[in-house]
């Protein structure tokens, strides 16, 4: 008697990796505005962004390392935090949650430097309660 089981779960593997390469955005050209693409940038000022492109501005997932150590990882839209995310400050402070128009909308957990949590609906950035 034969066993497939192994060599099915080999192939299964193979095809969903496949799979989410099709769904990979490409590099962004070198010689065009970014649309539609994945690349890097890195300001003067050390500011970096690594992620999705569309119209020239950051949409999708991506993440923003500010040159004064913040870190921002998650979803963008029209150049704006939007959607999950996860924001490190430099001091150590931690929220993640839901992100519209660049501020915490929604239910978030900041975690901040001292152990303290503050967790439950933002509004605008600032806390409304649980």
């Known amino acids: 008697m034969?066993?497939?089981g192994p060599k099915i779960g080999w192939v299964a593997a193979v095809l969903l990796l496949n799979a989410n390469a099709a769904f990979a955005l490409p590099d962004c050209?070198?010689?065009?505005?970014?649309?539609n693409c994945f690349d890097k940038y890195t300001w003067d000022d050390g500011t970096k962004y690594v992620g999705d492109w569309q119209d020239a501005t950051f949409n999708?997932?991506?993440t923003l390392t500010y040159s004064n150590g913040d870190r921002y990882v998650g979803e963008w839209r029209n150049g704006k935090k939007h959607g999950k995310g996860s924001y490190t400050?430099?001091?150590?402070?931690?929220?993640?949650?839901?992100?519209?128009?660049?501020?915490?909308?929604?239910?978030?957990?900041?975690?901040?430097?001292?152990?303290?949590?503050?967790?439950g609906i933002w509004k605008n950035h600032k806390f409304t309660g649980k």
Do not use: I, M, S
């Open 2 to 4: 034969r066993l497939y």
């Open 29 to 35: 050209p070198k010689t065009d505005f970014p649309h």
């Open 60 to 62: 999708g997932q991506g």
């Open 89 to 119: 400050y430099a001091n150590g402070t931690k929220c993640f949650g839901e992100y519209k128009n660049d501020l915490l909308n929604g239910k978030a957990r900041c975690t901040f430097a001292d152990g303290d949590v503050l967790e």
